[in-house]
């Protein structure tokens, strides 16, 4: 998705020549008197990092969490100056929106119509001005050496848009850029806390209107979110992972553990499948559907969306210790083996497969599974915080298809279910189109008697914010955790 191969040449960036490397002026033997050019430092490697991996999601639709791993590999940036570029690289994505408010106003011009690499680089240096503590001087500096490279002719206007955006703090552009909240709330949301309109009017909705407590979710949105590993049950003991880790026990999940940082794949446990990266609340969704007491035969589960197998992975470990089986299923080969590759050595078997063909494949036969999981494909609204660049590339006419494709899916795992088994459905998205409308619509449709399982009682005792019932909406700002939906249904 965007993400080049080690060695590939990096588009739009000239690498300056190390200090002291470039010929004298007259040749070798340095003509007219041996007079040399000024020299300047070069880029910076941590800011030149950020600067590609943003230009990539913008340029080639990549995706961060994907392609700057591979920039900072390449220029060999570890510790701080990989934590830098990171932050750089996430927080200009985040905060995209007001940045580009911001510039437009300094430029007197809109973003749109300024270069895209010369944009990208002022994006940076404005983040660096208004969120961090870099000194003025400096982020105004090392963004002028980056247009440089970037784009030559343009280091005159870079310098003049980046000290007028110097000349006030990010609250005083909002004040001066925002809507005023009594008369148009939703647009002051938005730009102050950098989030796309339409989604600022999702979260409300599914929030009850409360806009006090939309803007915590939005200011939470724009936080760096901790990692979170799964301690696969029966494999590693929490606390034993949370202590190889440096890490520290999740604050509901029986499996979670909280890394301040690093590299969670260097993790021996993590390398060898004793445990995996996985948002605490995708552990509590899965867990619940486990959780749920059933009457009857219990040895058949289906996971009818499983890639990439982060919850196939947790379902199998579960399996593993109950005497059951996991059949996973994802309709992308390239995701089926993934699926294969996390749930290595547990009782799950991968099929390649469409999750809606239940009944007419033979190995997806109707009325056969005790418990279903449907984590169905969504906007990712509720993961915006690991995922900042979504939020600018998802539009509402997204849902019309997607939350077809999830009541299919629904449906499918329905008639997949035995009478007296369970379903869960999941989605990591808020919105009320793919949860609370999907489902009832979806159960309606379906032709088979089904009744709501109270999923409060599911998830750890002492949870707060789980609401009335039965569905369950879990949120960054209440509970930590990305933003999923969890509604448990039984066949009648």
Same mark, same amino acid.
């Given at each position: 998705?965007?993400?080049?191969?080690?060695?590939?040449?990096?588009?739009?960036?000239? &690498?300056?020549?190390?200090?002291?490397?470039?010929?004298?002026?007259?040749?070798?033997?340095?003509?007219?008197?041996?007079?040399?050019?000024?020299?300047?430092?070069? !880029?910076?490697?941590?800011?030149?990092?950020?600067?590609?991996?943003?230009?990539?999601?913008?340029?080639?639709?990549?995706?961060?969490?994907?392609?700057?791993?591979?920039?900072?590999?390449?220029?060999?940036?570890?510790?701080?100056?990989?934590?830098?570029?990171?932050?750089?690289?996430?927080g200009t994505l985040r905060h995209l929106g007001t940045l580009d408010a911001i510039l437009t106003d300094a430029a007197g011009r809109d973003v749109a119509r300024i270069d895209p690499p010369v944009r990208d680089a002022l994006r940076l240096g404005?983040?660096?001005? !208004?969120?961090?503590? &870099?000194?003025?001087?400096?982020?105004?500096?090392?963004?002028?050496?980056?247009?440089?490279?970037?784009?030559?002719?343009?280091?005159?206007?870079?310098?003049?848009?980046?000290?007028?955006?110097?000349?006030?703090?990010? $609250?005083? +552009?909002?004040?001066?850029?925002?809507?005023?909240?009594?008369t148009d709330p939703v647009g002051h949301l938005a730009l102050a806390y950098s989030h796309p309109q339409w989604i600022v009017r999702a979260f409300a909705e599914s929030l009850g209107g409360d806009l006090g407590e939309t803007a915590r979710l939005l200011i939470e949105d724009n936080e760096r979110p901790p990692v979170h590993l799964c301690a696969r049950p029966g494999l590693i003991d929490p606390v034993e992972l949370a202590d190889q880790a440096g890490g520290a026990p999740g604050a509901f999940s029986p499996y979670a553990?909280?890394?301040?940082?690093?590299?969670?794949? $260097?993790?021996?446990?993590?390398?060898?499948?004793?445990?995996?990266?996985?948002?605490?609340?995708?552990?509590?969704?899965?867990?619940?559907? &486990?959780?749920?007491?059933?009457?009857?035969?219990?040895?058949? +589960?289906?996971?009818?969306c499983a890639g990439p197998g982060g919850k196939a992975g947790l379902l199998g470990a579960l399996a593993a210790q109950r005497g059951a089986r996991v059949t996973a299923v994802e309709v992308a080969e390239h995701r089926a083996r993934l699926v294969s590759q996390a749930t290595r050595d547990l009782p799950v078997t991968v099929l390649a497969t469409?999750?809606?063909?239940?009944?007419? $494949?033979?190995?997806?036969?109707?009325?056969?599974?005790?418990?279903?999981?449907?984590?169905?494909?969504?906007?990712?609204?509720?993961?915006?915080?690991?995922?900042?660049?979504?939020? +600018?590339?998802?539009?509402?006419?997204?849902?019309?298809? !997607?939350?077809?494709?999830?009541?299919?899916? !629904?449906?499918?795992?329905?008639?997949?279910?035995?009478?007296?088994?369970?379903?869960?459905?999941?989605?990591?998205?808020p919105h009320t189109v793919e949860t609370h409308v999907t489902v009832t619509e979806a159960a309606r449709r379906s032709g088979v008697p089904v009744d709501f399982v109270d999923a409060r009682p599911l998830l750890p005792a002492g949870m707060p914010g789980l609401g009335d019932g039965p569905t369950v909406q879990l949120w960054p700002h209440r509970h930590g955790t990305d933003a999923m939906f969890l509604a448990v249904l039984r066949r009648g």
């Open positions: 998705m965007g993400a080049r191969r080690p060695g590939q040449h990096r588009r739009g960036l000239r &690498v300056t020549a190390p200090e002291g490397t470039r010929p004298m002026r007259g040749g070798p033997a340095g003509g007219r008197g041996g007079d040399r050019r000024p020299v300047r430092p070069p !880029l910076d490697r941590p800011r030149r990092a950020a600067y590609e991996a943003v230009a990539a999601v913008h340029r080639d639709d990549a995706f961060a969490n994907l392609v700057l791993p591979i920039i900072l590999r390449e220029e060999g940036l570890f510790g701080r100056d990989a934590a830098f570029a990171t932050e750089l690289t996430y404005a983040y660096q001005l !208004l969120h961090t503590r &870099v000194p003025a001087h400096a982020a105004v500096s090392s963004t002028v050496d980056l247009v440089r490279s970037v784009g030559p002719g343009a280091t005159g206007f870079a310098n003049a848009v980046l000290r007028e955006v110097s000349t006030r703090d990010i $609250d005083g +552009w909002v004040a001066k850029l925002a809507p005023p909240m009594e553990v909280y890394l301040p940082g690093g590299a969670p794949g $260097d993790l021996p446990a993590v390398a060898d499948g004793r445990a995996h990266v996985q948002d605490e609340g995708s552990q509590l969704v899965a867990s619940a559907l &486990v959780n749920a007491p059933l009457d009857g035969p219990d040895g058949r +589960w289906l996971d009818l469409d999750g809606r063909e239940v009944g007419a $494949d033979p190995k997806l036969p109707e009325e056969h599974f005790d418990r279903v999981l449907v984590d169905a494909p969504c906007t990712g609204l509720g993961s915006l915080r690991r995922r900042p660049e979504s939020r +600018w590339r998802r539009q509402p006419s997204d849902l019309p298809p !997607l939350t077809r494709l999830q009541r299919e899916l !629904l449906g499918a795992a329905l008639r997949a279910v035995r009478p007296g088994g369970l379903v869960a459905y999941v989605t990591c998205s």
